[in-house]
């Protein structure tokens, strides 16, 4: 046991001061009187089957004993002991779960945060005043933890504030710092179970919570004019709770509906959004005496356009591309001839979102954005930079919506047209040959084109799994739908440089930009948009994840905190309450065999 | 300090005299019973007429049947002698009203008893030993020499019956009644005490001086009690349960003594000095059957 108040020096001078005290008391106590009587004849004679005198000295001494074992029990209870064992004047790391988790709210209202530092605080206060106190937080929102002295380490705590990350980790350089005390403070549920050399200490307190989990659209199938969002929510609580889902968008429109989610179970519901217009999508909950209200709401967004028309630009022959087009979704495809597209008016032009030219090249730039397809010099598109016979082809960015998902491993071109694009931040090759020469390119311009270098004839594109989702990759990009970028709350990665992020409350939020990213911090979720190269992305941030809407899985047992905490506030009432009331127990004792004269 | 008897006690003292359940062996005249055949009132036995004998006891009316000279013998009347012993060891200096107070009035009561009755008074202060003695009296004149002696006792030793009546019946004494005040309070025990004064024949009285603070005890919590004799002391915290318990010890010892003086036949009277003394001399003994 060590006083983490006092020093050691000082409790053992104010035990040895309170035992004098007891001591000399004793001592000074007033004789015993003499009183002459006849005889002891009579009195040795009672006290031999009463009691032996020496026994009552022997009581008297155990009554000074128990008298002064009170006093050192006081006195340890003043110094607020501990019971660590190992405690001493030396380092002490104290690490302070701040993952989002801690945010659940406890029976008493406050949130395990406000609980995990209110118990650090008392154990850095309860460590000997010499002690060097490292803090560390599992969020790394104390870039360089370092030992400090413990009036340090107590500001260090009250300015922590909870993090966003949804992968808490207790830095492993913490394991090779030498320390002789370490502690975490914890709820257990996104942590997980604390290193062995750490001793737990436990905040967690089982809550209610109802949390959206999976929040996602899709098109009905064979019918592209309806569309269906899918919820699912999540109670971790171990009574059934009815609650009701809204989903609301742009204006007054709104679904409702009231479900019941079993106990520690999910519930899926799909509701029809065919009605809605399409933009930023909002679904939340109204669940009272919820304990983590973060996951009660998600985002999505819904495309704008559910049809794209597409108009094929082609001569007799390519009868797959045709078909492939056809069956994409949300394609609506109308097949003309070269001369058909040169004699076409104005209005007709206008009535296509998507041109796709196969083998055919106009002079003139598109009234649409367009796929190209075994690309010739034109005027709008790269010039010729030599022939491609049995290149290697290789995608260069697969991080291009064009190309997203794509796997081009197995894609063989047998002959074909080098393209030389303009180098500018407009133009991305998507695919190389040969000395790196260019055999597709995509522009981001005021009207956006993908061009092919190659005939697809002339390749095995068009048996690849890759080429339908090459054609709905180009079909989304060009039809200029906001590009979505799913995220959870934390630092998210915009995939371009220098982005400009914006909330939904239109505020701009810091950038930081490293190689060709740009990260910004989603301290909560919600819709952002980021703004680059001229386009915005949309970006969907949402919890969904039901290891983080189960608060109440912690891996750090309640039962099992207390003693593995040990010391100071990991028990409802410390040691020092323990020593108390030992005190007053011998006390009561004491007053009882003195004062009830059991002695002789 | 002077033994203080009133005039109306005496007086009324002058009608009691002193008995004893046995025959006594008194060498002078008196009014007591004794073993010896002599001159007397109470017809006891015949013997054969020797020489020698008082004619006067001849019966006359059995020679004249019998031819043969038969003398009658009767009881002779001798007096009693009484010895009282008196305690003086330092124990009887303690109590409020003091033993060693009202063991001399009582000794001097009964002193004055025997003495107008004729009989032989001796009286013994003893405490570990005889400290004095006053020789045998007789006649009421010799009440003033009993006061004086009375009066010259201080309390002083401790207590010893057996030495003492081991000392004072080492000579010989005539067969008598032995009067004992004291508090008993002899660590030796009062049985092998009285077992001297069995052995001599002697009938005995005891009177169990009790004060108030014997039976009693005032005081309470944390005391070293002082034995007044030998000094020796005992601590001890005096609790209602260990006073309780004194209180059934001490009451144990007196019966203790009584039932040892009854198994043989003697007579025992706890006398507390708080109560009324002249009550006690005239009811308590004359129940006791000391006194008639």
Same mark, same amino acid.
């Given at each position: 046991?060590?006083?983490?108040?006092?020093?050691?020096?000082?409790?053992?001078?104010?035990?040895?001061a309170a035992?004098?005290?007891?001591?000399?008391?004793?001592?000074?106590?007033?004789?015993?009187?003499?009183?002459s009587?006849?005889?002891n004849?009579?009195?040795?004679?009672?006290?031999e089957?009463?009691?032996?005198?020496?026994?009552?000295?022997?009581?008297?001494?155990?009554?000074?004993i128990?008298?002064?074992?009170?006093v050192?029990i006081?006195?340890?209870?003043?110094a607020?002991?501990?019971?660590?064992?190992?405690?001493?004047?030396?380092?002490?790391?104290?690490?302070?779960?701040?993952?989002?988790?801690?945010?659940?709210?406890?029976?008493?209202?406050g949130?395990?945060?406000?609980?995990?530092?209110?118990?650090?605080?008392?154990?850095?206060?309860?460590?000997p005043?010499a002690?060097?106190?490292m803090?560390?937080?599992?969020?790394?929102?104390l870039?360089?933890?370092?030992f400090?002295?413990?009036?340090?380490a107590?500001?260090?705590?009250?300015?922590?504030?909870?993090?966003?990350?949804?992968?808490?980790?207790?830095?492993?350089?913490?394991?090779?710092?030498?320390?002789?005390?370490?502690y975490?403070?914890?709820?257990?549920?996104?942590?997980?179970?604390?290193?062995?050399?750490?001793v &737990?200490v436990?905040?967690?307190?089982?809550?209610n919570?109802?949390?959206i989990?999976a929040f996602?659209?899709?098109?009905?199938?064979?019918?592209p004019?309806r569309r269906?969002?899918f919820?699912?929510?999540?109670?971790a609580?171990?009574?059934?709770?009815?609650?009701?889902?809204?989903?609301?968008?742009?204006?007054?429109?709104?679904?409702?509906?009231e479900?019941s989610?079993?106990?520690?179970?999910?519930?899926?519901?799909?509701?029809?959004?065919?009605?809605?217009?399409?933009?930023?999508?909002?679904?939340?909950?109204?669940?009272?005496?919820?304990?983590?209200?973060?996951?009660?709401?998600?985002?999505?967004?819904?495309?704008?356009?559910?049809?794209v028309?597409?108009?094929?630009v082609?001569?007799?022959?390519?009868?797959?591309?045709?078909?492939?087009?056809?069956?994409?979704?949300?394609?609506?495809?109308n097949?003309?001839?070269?001369?058909r597209?040169?004699d076409?008016?104005?209005?007709?032009a206008?009535?296509?979102?998507?041109?796709?030219?196969?083998?055919?090249?106009?002079?003139?730039?598109?009234?649409?954005?367009?796929?190209v397809?075994a &690309?010739?010099p034109?005027?709008w598109?790269?010039a010729?930079?030599?022939?491609?016979?049995?290149?290697?082809?290789?995608?260069t960015d697969g991080?291009?919506p064009?190309?997203?998902?794509?796997?081009l491993?197995?894609?063989?071109?047998?002959?074909?047209?080098?393209?030389?694009?303009?180098?500018?931040?407009?133009?991305?090759?998507l695919?190389?040959?040969?000395?790196?020469?260019?055999?597709?390119v995509a522009?981001d311009?005021?009207?956006r084109?993908?061009?092919?270098?190659?005939?697809?004839?002339?390749?095995?594109?068009?048996?690849?799994?890759?080429f339908?989702?090459?054609?709905?990759n180009?079909?989304?990009?060009?039809?200029?739908?906001?590009e979505i970028?799913?995220a959870?709350p934390g630092?998210v990665?915009?995939?371009?440089?220098?982005?400009?992020?914006?909330?939904m409350?239109?505020?701009?939020?810091?950038?930081?930009?490293?190689?060709?990213?740009?990260?910004?911090?989603?301290?909560?979720?919600g819709?952002?948009?980021?703004?680059?190269?001229d386009?915005p992305?949309?970006i969907?941030v949402?919890?969904l994840?039901?290891?983080i809407?189960?608060?109440?899985?912690?891996?750090?047992?309640?039962?099992a905190?207390?003693a593995?905490a040990?010391s100071?506030?990991?028990?409802?009432?410390?040691l020092?309450?323990?020593l108390?009331?030992?005190?007053a127990?011998?006390?009561?004792?004491?007053?009882?065999?003195y004062h009830?004269?059991?002695t002789? | 300090?002077?033994v203080?008897l009133s005039?109306?006690?005496?007086r009324q003292?002058?009608h009691?005299?002193?008995?004893?359940?046995?025959? /006594?062996?008194?060498h002078?005249?008196?009014h007591?019973?004794?073993r010896?055949? =002599?001159?007397g009132?109470?017809?006891?036995?015949?013997?054969?007429?020797?020489q020698?004998?008082?004619?006067?006891n001849?019966?006359? =009316?059995?020679?004249?049947?019998?031819?043969r000279?038969?003398l009658r013998?009767?009881?002779?009347?001798?007096?009693?002698?009484?010895?009282?012993?008196?305690?003086?060891s330092?124990?009887? =200096?303690?109590?409020?009203p003091g033993?060693?107070?009202f063991?001399r009035r009582?000794?001097?009561?009964?002193?004055?008893?025997?003495?107008?009755?004729?009989?032989?008074?001796?009286?013994?202060?003893?405490?570990?030993?005889?400290?004095?003695e006053?020789p045998?009296?007789?006649?009421?004149?010799?009440m003033?020499?009993?006061?004086?002696?009375?009066?010259?006792?201080?309390?002083?030793?401790?207590?010893?019956?057996?030495?003492?009546f081991?000392?004072?019946?080492?000579?010989?004494?005539?067969r008598?009644?032995?009067?004992?005040?004291?508090?008993?309070?002899?660590?030796?025990?009062f049985?092998?005490?009285?077992q001297?004064i069995?052995?001599f024949g002697?009938? /005995?009285?005891?009177a169990?001086?009790?004060?108030p603070e014997?039976?009693e005890?005032p005081f309470?919590d944390?005391?070293v009690? /002082?034995?007044?004799?030998?000094?020796s002391s005992?601590?001890a915290h005096?609790?209602?349960?260990?006073?309780?318990?004194?209180?059934?010890?001490f009451?144990?010892?007196?019966?203790?003594i009584?039932?040892?003086c009854?198994?043989? =036949?003697?007579?025992?009277?706890?006398?507390d000095?708080?109560?009324?003394?002249?009550?006690?001399m005239?009811?308590?003994?004359?129940?006791?059957?000391?006194?008639?």
């Amino acid at each position: 046991m060590n006083a983490y108040t006092l020093s050691p020096l000082l409790v053992g001078a104010a035990v040895a001061a309170a035992v004098a005290a007891v001591v000399l008391l004793y001592l000074l106590r007033p004789p015993a009187r003499n009183q002459s009587v006849s005889s002891n004849l009579i009195w040795q004679r009672v006290l031999e089957t009463y009691r032996r005198v020496s026994d009552r000295w022997r009581w008297w001494l155990s009554l000074l004993i128990a008298s002064v074992a009170c006093v050192c029990i006081v006195v340890l209870a003043v110094a607020r002991p501990g019971t660590d064992a190992s405690a001493g004047s030396g380092k002490a790391i104290v690490v302070v779960d701040n993952a989002p988790t801690m945010a659940t709210r406890t029976s008493s209202g406050g949130q395990r945060f406000e609980v995990a530092k209110q118990r650090a605080l008392s154990l850095i206060e309860n460590f000997p005043a010499a002690t060097q106190v490292m803090v560390v937080d599992t969020q790394r929102r104390l870039v360089t933890p370092a030992f400090e002295s413990r009036k340090d380490a107590v500001e260090t705590v009250t300015a922590l504030q909870l993090g966003q990350s949804y992968q808490p980790i207790v830095p492993s350089a913490v394991a090779f710092v030498p320390a002789e005390r370490r502690y975490v403070v914890t709820d257990g549920v996104l942590l997980g179970a604390p290193p062995s050399d750490f001793v &737990a200490v436990t905040v967690f307190e089982p809550a209610n919570n109802l949390g959206i989990t999976a929040f996602d659209f899709n098109n009905v199938p064979g019918d592209p004019a309806r569309r269906e969002a899918f919820v699912e929510v999540f109670n971790a609580g171990s009574e059934p709770r009815s609650t009701e889902v809204v989903i609301s968008g742009i204006g007054e429109q709104r679904v409702t509906r009231e479900i019941s989610v079993p106990a520690n179970g999910v519930s899926a519901q799909v509701f029809d959004l065919s009605d809605f217009t399409g933009g930023p999508i909002r679904a939340a909950l109204t669940a009272t005496e919820d304990g983590y209200p973060a996951d009660d709401v998600a985002y999505g967004y819904l495309a704008s356009r559910r049809i794209v028309r597409v108009t094929l630009v082609s001569g007799p022959g390519l009868e797959f591309l045709s078909k492939s087009l056809r069956a994409q979704p949300r394609v609506r495809l109308n097949v003309i001839s070269p001369q058909r597209y040169m004699d076409q008016k104005v209005d007709e032009a206008v009535a296509t979102d998507i041109y796709v030219f196969d083998r055919f090249v106009p002079s003139e730039p598109p009234a649409a954005p367009s796929l190209v397809i075994a &690309a010739k010099p034109a005027g709008w598109l790269p010039a010729r930079a030599g022939d491609a016979s049995y290149p290697d082809v290789l995608a260069t960015d697969g991080r291009h919506p064009v190309l997203r998902n794509l796997s081009l491993r197995d894609l063989y071109v047998e002959t074909g047209s080098y393209l030389q694009p303009e180098e500018d931040r407009s133009t991305t090759v998507l695919l190389r040959g040969d000395e790196g020469k260019a055999l597709a390119v995509a522009h981001d311009g005021a009207k956006r084109w993908v061009a092919l270098g190659f005939d697809v004839a002339d390749s095995n594109f068009g048996l690849l799994p890759a080429f339908p989702l090459f054609l709905g990759n180009s079909i989304n990009w060009l039809a200029d739908e906001p590009e979505i970028v799913r995220a959870q709350p934390g630092i998210v990665a915009v995939p371009f440089r220098d982005a400009r992020v914006l909330a939904m409350d239109g505020a701009v939020l810091p950038v930081t930009t490293v190689d060709e990213r740009s990260f910004f911090e989603a301290a909560q979720p919600g819709l952002y948009t980021a703004i680059g190269n001229d386009r915005p992305l949309r970006i969907t941030v949402n919890l969904l994840d039901r290891r983080i809407s189960n608060v109440n899985q912690s891996a750090v047992p309640v039962a099992a905190a207390p003693a593995e905490a040990g010391s100071v506030s990991a028990v409802p009432f410390g040691l020092s309450a323990l020593l108390l009331m030992l005190a007053a127990g011998l006390l009561c004792v004491e007053w009882f065999a003195y004062h009830r004269r059991i002695t002789v | 300090m002077s033994v203080v008897l009133s005039e109306d006690f005496l007086r009324q003292l002058e009608h009691l005299a002193l008995v004893t359940r046995r025959p /006594v062996a008194g060498h002078l005249r008196g009014h007591h019973r004794s073993r010896r055949t =002599g001159v007397g009132m109470v017809f006891t036995d015949y013997r054969p007429y020797s020489q020698g004998d008082d004619t006067r006891n001849l019966d006359w =009316g059995t020679y004249m049947r019998l031819d043969r000279l038969i003398l009658r013998l009767f009881e002779e009347e001798a007096d009693l002698p009484i010895y009282i012993f008196v305690d003086v060891s330092k124990s009887m =200096g303690l109590g409020e009203p003091g033993k060693l107070d009202f063991a001399r009035r009582f000794a001097a009561a009964l002193a004055y008893v025997g003495l107008i009755n004729h009989d032989r008074v001796s009286l013994v202060a003893f405490s570990d030993g005889v400290l004095s003695e006053m020789p045998a009296r007789r006649g009421k004149n010799q009440m003033w020499r009993t006061l004086h002696f009375l009066e010259r006792l201080e309390p002083q030793g401790g207590t010893s019956l057996q030495n003492a009546f081991r000392k004072f019946f080492g000579a010989r004494r005539t067969r008598g009644l032995v009067i004992v005040a004291s508090d008993f309070l002899d660590a030796a025990g009062f049985e092998p005490a009285f077992q001297v004064i069995r052995r001599f024949g002697h009938d /005995v009285f005891a009177a169990h001086v009790v004060s108030p603070e014997d039976r009693e005890p005032p005081f309470g919590d944390d005391v070293v009690l /002082v034995d007044s004799e030998d000094g020796s002391s005992l601590k001890a915290h005096l609790t209602p349960e260990l006073l309780d318990s004194y209180r059934k010890g001490f009451a144990r010892y007196c019966t203790e003594i009584e039932a040892f003086c009854r198994s043989h =036949g003697w007579g025992y009277l706890r006398a507390d000095t708080d109560a009324p003394f002249e009550q006690l001399m005239m009811h308590a003994l004359r129940h006791e059957g000391l006194l008639r």
